[in-house]
C-alpha cells in the first residue's frame, strides 16, 4: 500500500472515478464534472500549498484511489482530509486507504489533528473513521443541500495519539482480511 503524489496524467482517471455515481453522491459537490473544469481546477491546486492530493496503490500496486488533505500548514496543527476510492476496487480498500491516509498524515505531514466530514446518509464511511479511532466532535444539522432536501454533516477529528493507540489494530484487521 502506497501513496503517491497526484500528476496532471492522473487526472483522466481521477475524474473517470470522481464522476462516478456512487462517489458523486456522497461529495458536497455532486455534479458530474466536466473534463474541462477538472483540469482548470487542477491547475488551481497543483502549487497550492494548502493542499495535499495523492494516488493510492493496493498491495498488488494497483491504482485504485484518491487521498487528500486541505487546509494543511506545514507548522502542524490542524488539517482535513477525505477520500474516494474507483467504482471497481476491491472491498475493504476503504480501511487500507484510510490506514495509509492517517500514517501519511502524522507521519509526513507531521499534523496533530485530522479532521473530516461526512454526510450523514454514508454511514459506511463514518462507521469506517470509528473503527480507525475517529471520535465524532460534532454535527452541523441541516448543513448541506442534497437534491431538494438538506443533510446533516458529521464531523470527526482524531489526534496523533489517538492514532498511535489505535493504528496496530487497524493494520492488524487489513492484514488479517488479507490473509487466504
Known sequence: MK??????????????????????????????????????????????KTTVWLIFSNEKDEECGVVYFTNYSPDGGNVFWGFYAAPDAARGVGTKMEYAALEYAFSELRVHKLNCEVLSSNSAVINLHKKCGFEQEGCFRDFHLTGSSYEDVVRLGILENEWRDMSDTVLERITARMSP
Open 3 to 48: 501513496l503517491r503524489p497526484m500528476i496532471e496524467d492522473d487526472l483522466l482517471k481521477v475524474l473517470e472515478w470522481r464522476n462516478a455515481p456512487e462517489v458523486r453522491r456522497n461529495m458536497y459537490s455532486s455534479h458530474e464534472i466536466t473534463e474541462n473544469e477538472h483540469f482548470q481546477w487542477f491547475k488551481k491546486i497543483e502549487n497550492d
